[in-house]
């Protein structure tokens, strides 16, 4: 059963109703079984040392989640890697490299134009990365993008990002849903982050916390938006959002939620006049483009084109035919808990 992913994303919500929907979440439950017995075995292993996993002579700190794709952890990287640069600590950013093409994908470029002296190394083998990063470019401090179920490799900490949206992936294991592991699994964390806060009122956030404080008591809960803070193009250098206020907006992007950047486009007061969803880490086509410069010419004259940063890097073109095209340049806000989360991680490095 081939999905396509705007179809798969409305099946598993329950927005697709009839016999024939009602199926097809049938044989993905179905379907999730087996890897849900996987996966708790799996971490059984890991749990009881019956698999081990590698220690490198220092802290790694990972920044991963509990469903597939969408919380916004490469802003959340940033934010840790940047942390560590301003106290002058030699960082590495380990990453399998999901979607990634000619050996770097969109979360590893976004990340080199945001962090120029932080290396990113990419590839299945993260054991082999962290002794690359510890033994090669003598990095002092290791963060591990998208780690949580990597569990081959020892992390002193995990961070584990919960999307205030849809924390728990529509509450169902995968396929049936986007959890990629019970919600047990946040007893590992050390630290967990809702992402998003400002999409949901506080009635829910509240809600969510007591549910994350059920499985994961005494584990610190910080509060965090994804913060929008300037427009930058490929060939227009930047601009203040404010260019987007009460101006109608065509937006695109490849996200795991792409609701989220509509959401985020809509709170910074632009009129979204049309909106267009590609597979999470597309890697656009020639095809592709000819089609979006198509539809950004059918846009009203006054509209501004608006990406993400994540598909700015892939384009890597300063307009969409006479559009100029922009993207939103997002950085890690917290709301709450900024103390406890600067804590945890300072302590892993000590008096610098």
Not at 122 to 128: A, K, P, Y
Request: proline fraction near 5%; glycine fraction near 10%; include cysteine.
């Amino acid at each position: 059963m081939s999905l396509s992913g705007e179809y798969y994303r409305a099946l598993v919500r329950g927005q697709l109703r009839g016999l024939w929907p009602g199926l097809q979440r049938s044989g993905l439950w179905l379907a999730s079984v087996p890897y849900a017995w996987t996966v708790r075995l799996r971490n059984r292993l890991y749990d009881r040392g019956w698999k081990p996993n590698y220690r490198v002579p220092v802290p790694v700190v990972s920044v991963g989640n509990l469903t597939l794709g969408g919380t916004g952890k490469t802003p959340c990287v940033e934010y840790v890697a940047r942390l560590y640069r301003q106290r002058d600590l030699r960082v590495a950013i380990l990453s399998r490299g999901y979607g990634s093409h000619r050996g770097r994908n969109d979360e590893a470029m976004v990340l080199e134009e945001n962090l120029a002296d932080v290396p990113h190394l990419q590839g299945t083998d993260r054991v082999e990365l962290a002794s690359i990063a510890v033994e090669e470019l003598e990095s002092e401090i290791l963060v591990l993008d998208d780690g949580f179920q990597h569990r081959r490799l020892h992390r002193d900490l995990d961070l584990v990002l919960l999307d205030a949206t849809d924390p728990w992936g529509h509450g169902y294991l995968f396929p049936r849903g986007l959890l990629r592991e019970p919600r047990a699994g946040l007893r590992r964390a050390g630290v967990i982050a809702l992402t998003r806060c400002d999409q949901v009122d506080q009635t829910k956030i509240a809600q969510l916390r007591e549910l994350v404080v059920l499985q994961a008591a005494g584990v610190p809960i910080v509060e965090t938006t994804h913060q929008p803070v300037e427009l930058v193009s490929s060939g227009c250098g930047s601009a203040p959002l404010g260019e987007l206020t009460n101006r109608p907006v065509a937006g695109f992007c490849g996200l795991g939620n792409p609701d989220a950047f509509r959401q985020t486009l809509a709170g910074l007061g632009a009129e979204v006049c049309a909106f267009r969803v590609f597979p999470d880490h597309h890697q656009y086509t020639r095809t592709d483009v000819d089609d979006l410069r198509g539809w950004a010419a059918q846009q009203p004259a006054e509209s501004v084109v608006v990406t993400t940063q994540k598909d700015l890097v892939k384009l890597r073109l300063g307009q969409l035919g006479t559009r100029p095209l922009w993207a939103l340049r997002i950085c890690f806000h917290i709301v709450a808990g900024q103390e406890a989360l600067d804590h945890k991680l300072l302590s892993l490095v000590g008096s610098h």
